[in-house]
């Protein structure tokens, strides 16, 4: 099962409901257009294709050759002039080669390592697409609460210059709800280049920019991880992530390097045979032991080749294959080690989430009770309408940060299937099903209070 491509999965992105393919979609987009994903799936290729190369060199090899030569020679006693003409085929057979056969369990294994690179390579496209695309949404929720912001302040900033006119306050708080004023309008200048950034950042890994995205639904759930032991998700990721599989490989690979190293002191044994035809033309001398005509030869053997001294250098590279298997050992040592930490981590920050989306839930219930107790105050003259503007901006902010905890529930549920080795697109076609163009966000709430701030509902 681990042996199997991520991208086996993909055929199952086709068979969803095309209005519900947000976010699929732009996976899909992605994979045909990121160059990491292309870059990853080219080296696993070129290394199965290294690794059949490496297998030739066990495998037969058949030559065909032919020669051609003109001979003049003179002499007191012998004058010949004659052509010849020989032709045929030759095999050659490695009977032990220690060295070729360690070098081809080294390509193998490379050829796993191109492999794991290339599922982690998917995963993690996985991830980024995901995140680039809850971003956008995060960045368009903290926009619409910078309006919202901005135009409360400035209803504060309205309203002083108005009691100030009249004598009821002095300049000072004039100028303090100026620049309060000019602060949110900052943010919200801000605010907008983060929004445009994140785009920029989505349409560098689709090709093409989305000004609207589907978001979650209200009923979206957060649930915690299963299973619910940190534990169980450690176990899963050291057997599972890609990145240790990797490194697991490279691992076996420098150590049959190794052994193809010490075999360059073993001897290597080759079978040779060869069969042709030679065609003398011209020669016909009887003072000489050969005649024109044909000649068919056919011939086997085997070569032996005992090496006795190579200048030192079979010795050198035995040391420096040792090296290399201490530095994939503990290149190993330290990915297992970051992995096991990582995926304790994410998994507690999950369930952080989901308390925090939680206690942020019962937030914007309180401050919306608060708001209409405010609105209603304001309608029977006991409020102002600073206090209104107010109680409307706490309320957006607790939308903002509760929409914030739910996209950082989903990225981090995502990142910790990344660390255990089992995030695949199936996560995306789930989350997918949860997105909806009609989704109400901070934007549509936005809108609710709009009538509000119209002064001419004041």
């Known amino acids: 099962m681990k042996k199997r491509l991520l991208s086996g999965l993909i055929s199952l992105l086709a068979a969803q409901p095309a209005l519900s393919m947000d976010l699929v979609e732009t996976y899909q987009k992605a994979l045909s257009y990121d160059s990491g994903i292309a870059g990853a799936q080219a080296s696993f290729e070129a290394q199965q294709a290294a690794s059949e190369i490496s297998r030739s060199t ?3 090899q058949i030559n065909a050759f032919g020669d051609a030569n003109y001979t003049d020679s003179d002499g007191p006693n012998l004058e010949t002039d004659y052509t010849t003409l020989a032709y045929g085929v030759r095999l050659s057979q490695p009977l032990f080669r220690a060295d070729a056969w360690y070098q081809y369990d080294a390509s193998k294994f490379q050829t796993e390592s191109a492999r794991a690179q290339y599922n982690l390579a998917q995963q993690q496209l996985i991830l980024d697409v995901a995140t680039a695309y809850f971003n956008v949404l995060r960045a368009a929720d903290t926009l619409t609460t910078a309006r919202a912001t901005e135009t409360a302040i400035q209803r504060q900033y309205e309203q002083a210059q108005e009691r100030f006119d009249v004598g009821l306050i002095a300049i000072t708080e004039v100028y303090e709800a100026r620049a309060s004023f000019d602060d949110s309008k900052s943010q919200r200048i801000a605010s907008e280049s983060d929004l445009d950034i994140a785009r920029e950042q989505l349409a560098r890994l689709t090709g093409e920019y989305q000004e609207k995205l589907n978001n979650l639904r209200e009923n979206f759930p957060l649930g915690r991880p299963e299973p619910g032991d940190p534990s169980a998700w450690e176990n899963t990721a050291l057997n599972q992530n890609w ?5 697991l490989y490279d691992l076996n690979t420098s150590e049959a390097d190794l052994k193809a190293a010490k075999s360059g002191h073993l001897p290597t044994l080759d079978l040779n045979a060869s069969y042709g035809k030679s065609d003398i033309d011209g020669l016909d001398q ?33 040391r420096q294959q040792r090296s290399l298997v201490n530095v994939a050992e503990q290149s190993l040592l330290t990915v297992r080690r970051d992995v096991r930490v990582n995926t304790r981590s994410l998994f507690l920050t999950v369930n952080t989430n989901i308390e925090s989306a939680s206690a942020l839930e019962q937030t914007i219930v309180s401050r919306r009770s608060a708001l209409d107790a405010t609105r209603a105050g304001y309608e029977v003259g006991t409020r102002n309408i600073v206090e209104v503007l107010d109680a409307e901006r706490n309320y957006y902010v607790a939308l903002r940060d509760f929409a914030d905890a739910r996209y950082d529930y989903v990225i981090n549920t995502l990142s910790l299937k990344q660390a255990a080795g089992t995030l695949s697109p199936r996560d995306l076609i789930d989350l997918n099903n949860w997105l909806s163009a009609s989704a109400p966000g901070i934007e549509a709430l936005a809108n609710e209070t709009d009538t509000l701030n119209d002064p001419a509902n004041q």
Do not use: H, K, S
């Not at 990145?243 to 490194?247: C, E, K, P, R, Y």
């Not at 032991?289 to 030192?312: D, K, S, W």
């Open 58 to 60: 066990l495998l037969p």
């Open 286 to 318: 009887p003072t000489t032991n050969q005649r024109a005509g044909t000649t068919t030869e056919a011939v086997i053997g085997v070569t032996l080749n005992v090496p006795l001294y190579m200048g030192g250098g079979t010795q050198a590279g035995v």
């Open 243 to 247: 990145q240790i599989q990797a490194a």
